[in-house]
């Protein structure tokens, strides 16, 4: 009859200190090499300029929209930006260093916005879908908004009808604005919306 082995043997000992000690586990898991850091860098910015371009040629509803499928797109475009940026292995500092990446880009895209030819480039324009209780539907296709989208924006303003709308606006972030009729619209607030000359009579 063989003799019984040691417990030691049959299962790991189990205790606070890892097998490698503390000093290459925190290492391993919070640190990264010189050279990972700009592969981080480059990597999130990559990702960055391809998710521009994304909600360029489909709309910044790609990620803001209302329905359970724009969520699930939204946070797959999340889980996959930040696998590509971390890398292998994921650690601590090439989170910094890919955080960091991003809010410096945030910042240098976010000056380019602030002037009229750099909105329009990076961010788009505005589009009015619904004019004087009115859907335009040729807007409403080209922003990619359903009617069951304008319907959830309506209700959330508390609209009992179309005939209360002065004007819906996608807006460049995506979102839906609800003007209510009543009083006259100031220029300056439409700027350069597309499909505004709808909206011009009703002007002030």
Same mark, same amino acid.
Request: no cysteine; net charge positive; charged share 15%.
């Given at each position: 009859?063989?003799?019984?082995?040691?417990?030691?043997? =049959?299962?790991? =000992?189990?205790?606070?200190?890892?097998?490698?000690?503390?000093?290459?586990?925190?290492?391993?898991?919070?640190?990264?090499?010189?050279?990972?850091?700009?592969?981080?860098? !480059?990597?999130?910015?990559?990702?960055?300029? @391809?998710?521009? !371009?994304?909600?360029?040629?489909?709309?910044?509803? !790609?990620?803001?929209?209302?329905?359970?499928?724009? @969520?699930? =797109?939204?946070?797959?475009?999340?889980?996959?930006?930040?696998?590509? %940026?971390? *890398?292998?292995?994921?650690?601590?500092?090439?989170?910094?260093?890919?955080?960091?990446?991003?809010?410096?880009?945030?910042?240098?895209?976010?000056?380019?916005?602030? @002037?009229?030819?750099?909105?329009?480039?990076?961010?788009?324009?505005?589009?009015?879908?619904?004019?004087?209780?009115? %859907?335009?539907?040729?807007?409403?296709?080209?922003?990619?908004? @359903?009617?069951?989208?304008?319907?959830?924006?309506?209700?959330?303003?508390?609209?009992?009808?179309?005939?209360?709308?002065?004007?819906?606006?996608?807006?460049?972030?995506?979102?839906?604005?609800?003007?209510?009729?009543?009083?006259?619209?100031?220029?300056?607030?439409? *700027?350069?919306? %597309?499909?505004?000359?709808?909206?011009?009579?009703?002007?002030?």
């Amino acid at each position: 009859m063989p003799a019984a082995r040691p417990a030691s043997a =049959v299962a790991p =000992v189990l205790g606070w200190t890892p097998p490698q000690g503390w000093p290459a586990a925190l290492t391993e898991h919070l640190g990264m090499e010189l050279w990972r850091v700009p592969v981080v860098v !480059l990597s999130a910015l990559g990702i960055y300029l @391809t998710a521009l !371009l994304l909600l360029r040629v489909f709309g910044a509803r !790609l990620i803001t929209g209302l329905s359970v499928f724009d @969520t699930v =797109v939204a946070l797959m475009f999340g889980a996959v930006a930040g696998r590509v %940026i971390l *890398g292998h292995p994921p650690t601590l500092a090439a989170g910094v260093v890919g955080l960091t990446t991003l809010a410096v880009l945030e910042a240098v895209f976010g000056a380019l916005t602030g @002037t009229v030819r750099g909105a329009r480039t990076m961010g788009g324009r505005a589009r009015v879908i619904v004019a004087r209780g009115r %859907i335009l539907a040729d807007q409403a296709r080209r922003g990619r908004v @359903t009617r069951g989208h304008l319907n959830t924006a309506l209700r959330a303003a508390g609209v009992r009808h179309l005939g209360e709308v002065q004007a819906v606006i996608l807006e460049a972030s995506g979102r839906l604005s609800v003007i209510r009729a009543g009083e006259p619209i100031d220029l300056d607030l439409l *700027g350069d919306a %597309i499909g505004s000359e709808h909206l011009h009579d009703d002007a002030g």
